[in-house]
């Protein structure tokens, strides 16, 4: 069975503190993992898809990475508009395009 | 800019009443899901359809049903609504062959009183 864990759960930084965010998985045949970002309230907006391990998206301060196990996602020097919840799916070649979720981490940045 | 758009932003509704959610996307997508979302559970996904009048269970399929009747639009229903069945659901469509994009809709907040 799929699985994505995702952590930590919860962590705040200072503004301009960089960090990284952890997604593990494990999947019978990695089609794609895909990071995206949720506002309270509001409907997952997509940041990066990854396909293959050694790959890296960059977009403004976030970075993604993806290892066999793992991806990251890096932010650097954040501001406060970075809070928000990030989540991690995978995409399995035998999924039907569905997406299994990790159940995200959520980041708030102080000023 | 594709479009995913849930027909209901906010709805309550009382044990027993049947319940549909509708989902509409614009891009002539393939691919539609229904995902709900609750507090430390995170999205899970309920049904999804990859043709007209296709659908596939997802991993939490009991006490709803679909109908895609149209490529366009994808409804989800609940038969008898419960209490256990307030959350957030998520509506997503997916086109194949695209560089692998899941576009969401804003959600429909369904409280079951």
């Known amino acids: 069975e799929d699985q994505v864990t995702q952590s930590p759960e919860a962590l705040r930084l200072q503004e301009g503190e960089s960090s990284s965010l952890n997604c593990s998985y494990t999947?019978?045949?990695?089609?794609?993992l895909f990071w995206y970002r949720q506002d309270p309230g509001k409907g997952p907006e997509f940041l990066f898809t990854?396909?293959?391990a050694g790959e890296e998206k960059e977009k403004e301060r976030l970075k993604a990475t993806l290892t066999k196990k793992e991806s990251f996602l890096h932010i650097t020097a954040p501001k406060p508009e970075d809070s928000a919840t990030y989540l991690c799916?995978?995409?399995?070649?035998?999924?039907?395009?569905?997406?299994?979720f990790g159940k995200g981490t959520s980041l708030l940045v102080t000023p | 800019d594709v479009k995913v758009t849930q027909s209901s932003r906010y709805l309550v509704k009382r044990t027993g009443e049947k319940v549909f959610l509708e989902c509409v996307q614009d891009?002539?997508?393939?691919?539609m899901f229904w995902y709900r979302q609750d507090p430390g559970l995170g999205l899970r996904l309920i049904y999804f359809?990859?043709?007209?009048?296709?659908?596939e269970k997802g991993d939490i399929p009991e006490g709803y049903s679909v109908s895609r009747e149209k490529k366009e639009r994808f409804s989800l229903i609940l038969e008898s609504a419960s209490t256990n069945q307030t959350s957030m659901y998520l509506c997503?469509?997916?086109?194949?062959?695209?560089?692998?994009?899941?576009?969401f809709g804003e959600g429909s907040r369904l409280t079951v009183l």
């Open positions: 799916a995978v995409q399995a070649w035998n999924s039907g395009y569905a997406l299994n």
């Open positions: 999947v019978s045949g990695l089609r794609g």
């Open positions: 990854l396909y293959s």
């Open positions: 891009m002539d997508h393939e691919n």
């Open positions: 359809s990859y043709d007209v009048k296709m659908k």
């Open positions: 997503a469509s997916f086109g194949q062959g695209e560089a692998g994009e899941l576009f």
